[in-house]
């Protein structure tokens, strides 16, 4: 059973892959806009900020992820406008093996993204090379995590692509401006510190900073709440797809 359980989910993970390897070009512009945005920054950044490359490199960088949450709604909406998710739904394979096939292709996609941009960030903009890479790569996978979970959610509430996007475009600009990603926390008004915390990019930009600085210690409650945020997005995805909400008549 559980071979067969594996050789189901790596078939869908290979379809979704093709998939997404067939329409490259989001996922293009979600890496070069963020890098076009942080040798545009670097340099008010570095006037205003002690830790100006940080911000330039990490600010974007958590922006455009978030942005990226269209890309893992994208690949259960299709499905959904395609009428071929009810058939999958009806297949032998389990529903943890459906989400792992959509949802793995996808965490690749983000990580790689981030990894690109940081490397970029070290290379380019100056940011000082992390010491800890392994503690920098588990803050990516974490963020990915969340990330993922957030945009599995989302594509079983929203009714359209449109309504996808219409939500994954102001979630992003909120989401960036709150967390701190444009602006760092501490040069917001009073108000906007106030509800800092109640933006997963304010988490993600914490968590990033801390294992940049190779602060284990930092890192972990950030990584927590991530990881929180990213366990109640993924049950709701779970609930709502077992009780049929993910159908494709309700598009």
């Known amino acids: 059973m ?6 189901r989910t790596g078939l869908l993970i290979r379809h979704n892959a093709l998939l997404r390897l ?53 690949s259960i909406m299709v499905e959904r406008e395609w009428r071929t998710w009810d058939r999958l739904r009806a297949s032998r394979a389990a529903r943890a093996e459906l989400l792992l096939g959509k949802t793995v292709p996808a965490l690749v996609i983000l990580v790689l993204q981030q990894t690109v941009l940081l490397c970029f960030g070290c290379l380019v903009i100056g940011m000082a090379v992390p010491v800890n890479a392994g503690l920098l790569l588990l803050a990516i996978a974490i963020w990915g995590v969340t990330l993922l979970s957030l945009g599995a959610a989302l594509a079983t509430l929203v009714r359209s692509r449109g309504d996808l996007g219409m939500v994954t475009d ?36 914490s968590m990033l900073h801390a294992a940049i600085a190779d602060d284990a210690g930092a890192m972990l409650r950030p990584a927590l709440v991530c990881l929180a945020i990213a366990l109640a997005g993924g049950a709701v995805a779970t609930y709502r ?8 008549h309700l598009l």
């Open 170 to 205: 102001l979630g992003a600009m909120l989401v960036s401006a709150i967390g701190g990603a444009l602006v760092p926390v501490s040069l917001m008004p009073q108000w906007a510190r106030d509800i800092a915390p109640c933006s997963p990019g304010y988490w993600a930009m």
């Open 2 to 7: 559980a071979t067969e359980s594996l050789r």
């Open 241 to 248: 797809l077992a009780r049929g909400w993910g159908r494709s």
């Open 22 to 74: 067939r329409d490259p070009g989001q996922m293009i512009s979600y890496i070069v806009m963020p890098m076009l945005l942080m040798v545009v920054f670097k340099p008010l950044y570095m006037k205003s900020l002690d830790t100006g490359t940080l911000q330039a490199v990490t600010g974007p960088l958590v922006m455009f992820s978030v942005f990226a949450l269209a890309i893992v709604g994208n």
